[in-house]
């Protein structure tokens, strides 16, 4: 008898501590929903004080005032989080929620964003982003979607033209036998193939060293990281060909984004609108800042004649030709673009 109201006892004892237990676990999950917040990680390749790094730190207070710190994105700069296609990737698969990326590295991925990159698509950057702003950017956004990544705002990246170490650009024949870095995507190698150069795909963070040893003679860029980079102290010549405008995106993994709550979902969509407006307000300063800032010390920037511009961009025609060849469903994709006034 005894014995049995021991084992009763014992019973009782384990169930009292599966149930304390179930209590905390209960305890727990309601404190994750009420004071845990989601932990995002963030990359971004810019260093302190450039526009993007600025605007992206201002997107995640916002994110976390919006969503009531529900969401605590941490921003990594300055590439520490490897370089832009890894991140791509990663956010891609949700090591990662959020990347400040260019359209460029993405384009291999996801065939909509590579219209941006071939050269001279866009007449300037304002139509560009008139472009961006409507059905175009729609599609590109749509484009992205399928690859796991959603663009919640585009940033603006100015256009970039070719600097180099050896002499001024001024028509396509300058470029014969020049070693130029591009970043990763077959367009812009075919690219400076078509002007008779060799390619030379790189990260972005390697850039620097490759143009002091003269491993590549020449790279393009916009002002604002020509000059944050330090380029322009090792290769003084800046040629305004401007044959890429290319916009960035604040994009998320779609699944992250997809599976938040809907408030949080406008809370975050908004926080990047709102920052990717300081982002464009701030490129617009630095743009000017960072051409007065090569200039003075002492690089040569030269302008490239109308006859010229127009010499370069039927030299880069092949690469329209070739991609529009094996992407023909994007042919009015890109109609869509010229015909944006
Ligand atoms: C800058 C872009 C950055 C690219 C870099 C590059 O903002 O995303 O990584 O060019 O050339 O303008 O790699």
């Keep these: 008898m005894h014995a049995r109201y021991a084992k009763w006892g014992l ?3 384990r169930l009292k501590k599966i149930a304390v237990a179930f209590g905390l676990v209960t305890a727990a999950v309601s404190m994750s929903a009420s004071v845990m917040a989601a932990d995002w990680k963030g990359w971004n390749i810019h260093v302190t ?6 605007a992206m730190d201002d997107f995640a207070r916002l994110v976390k005032e919006k969503t009531q710190g529900r969401i605590d994105l ?10 832009q296609s890894d991140a791509i990737e990663q956010v891609r698969l949700g090591a990662l929620a959020i990347g400040n990326f260019s359209l460029g590295p993405i384009g291999p991925i996801a ?7 071939l050269p001279f698509v866009f007449s300037s950057v304002e139509q560009a982003f008139r472009a961006m702003d409507g059905e175009v950017g729609q599609k590109i956004s749509d484009g992205l979607e399928k690859k796991g990544l959603i663009a919640l705002a585009y940033h603006d990246s100015g256009s970039r033209s070719f600097y180099n170490t050896q002499k001024p650009i001024t ?8 070693k130029v870095r591009v970043m990763n995507n077959d367009l812009y190698s075919g690219m400076i193939t078509a002007l008779g150069g060799n390619p030379s795909p790189m990260a972005f ?6 143009l002091k040893t ?6 393009e860029n916009n002002f604002p990281s020509y000059e944050s980079t330090g380029h322009h102290e090792v290769a003084g010549f800046y040629s305004l060909s401007q044959h890429l405008i290319i916009p960035e995106c604040v994009c998320i993994n779609a699944k992250i984004f997809n599976d938040l709550p809907a408030a949080d979902q406008k809370a975050v969509r908004e926080a990047a609108q709102e920052s990717a407006l300081l982002q464009r307000k701030l490129w617009s300063e630095r743009k000017v800042a960072s051409r007065e800032k090569v200039l003075a010390s002492g690089v040569k920037i030269n302008e490239i004649a109308d006859d010229q511009k127009l010499a370069f961009q039927a030299a880069m025609e092949p690469v329209h030709k070739g991609f529009l060849a094996k992407n023909p469903e994007l042919v009015s994709l890109v109609e869509l673009i010229k015909n944006t006034k």
């Design 74 to 83: 941490k921003m990594y700069h300055a590439g520490t989080l490897g370089n």
């Design 111 to 117: 065939p909509e964003a590579n219209v941006v990159s």
């Design 11 to 13: 019973k009782m004892l």
């Design 49 to 54: 004080g450039y526009p993007n790094t600025v």
């Design 171 to 178: 028509e396509p024949s300058d470029v014969e036998g020049m």
């Design 205 to 210: 963070s390697e850039v620097y060293q490759a």
């Design 214 to 219: 003269n491993v590549v003679n020449g790279a």
